[in-house]
């Protein structure tokens, strides 16, 4: 069974940092595609970035050049780091395990760990 437990997340000024991290069990992690989601009140789940098994990264353009996702297989660890926090980065951030070469697959998610931002 697949589980995903994120940690990291706390409040914090504008400007400032964070880092959170997502630890996978029940999984071979390193075959894995691992991804951060965002979801802010009364809006939908967004995804921030995913970072394919072979390290591959991709970003929503909002977080660009601010925030950077990575790997460890080592840990089964997947880590968002985020600078340059702004107030419309608040939400709760999910971790997500996808394996997109399996048709139909539906993904598994984290608990969630909320994030804010002061202005």
């Not at 999984?27 to 390290?55: C, H, N």
């Not at 460890?72 to 971790?95: F, G, I």
């Given at each position: 069974?697949?589980?995903?437990?994120?940690?990291?997340?706390?409040?914090?000024?504008?400007?400032?940092?964070?880092?959170?991290?997502?630890?996978?069990?029940?999984s071979?992690?390193?075959?894995?595609?691992?991804?951060?989601?965002?979801?802010?009140?009364?809006?939908?789940?967004?995804?921030?970035?995913?970072?394919?098994r072979?390290?591959?990264?991709?970003?929503?353009?909002?977080?660009?050049?601010?925030?950077?996702?990575?790997?460890?297989n080592?840990?089964?660890?997947?880590?968002?780091?985020?600078?340059?926090?702004?107030?419309?980065?608040?939400?709760?951030?999910?971790?997500?395990?996808?394996?997109?070469?399996?048709?139909?697959?539906?993904?598994?998610?984290?608990?969630?760990?909320?994030?804010?931002?002061?202005?």
């Amino acid at each position: 069974q697949v589980q995903l437990v994120e940690s990291g997340g706390g409040l914090v000024q504008a400007g400032g940092s964070l880092r959170l991290s997502c630890v996978s069990s029940g999984s071979i992690f390193s075959l894995d595609t691992m991804g951060w989601y965002r979801q802010a009140p009364g809006k939908q789940r967004e995804l921030v970035a995913t970072i394919t098994r072979g390290g591959s990264t991709n970003y929503a353009d909002s977080v660009k050049g601010r925030f950077t996702i990575s790997r460890e297989n080592a840990k089964n660890t997947v880590s968002l780091q985020m600078n340059s926090l702004k107030p419309e980065d608040t939400a709760v951030y999910y971790c997500n395990l996808d394996r997109p070469w399996v048709p139909n697959f539906r993904g598994y998610w984290g608990q969630g760990t909320q994030v804010t931002v002061s202005s």
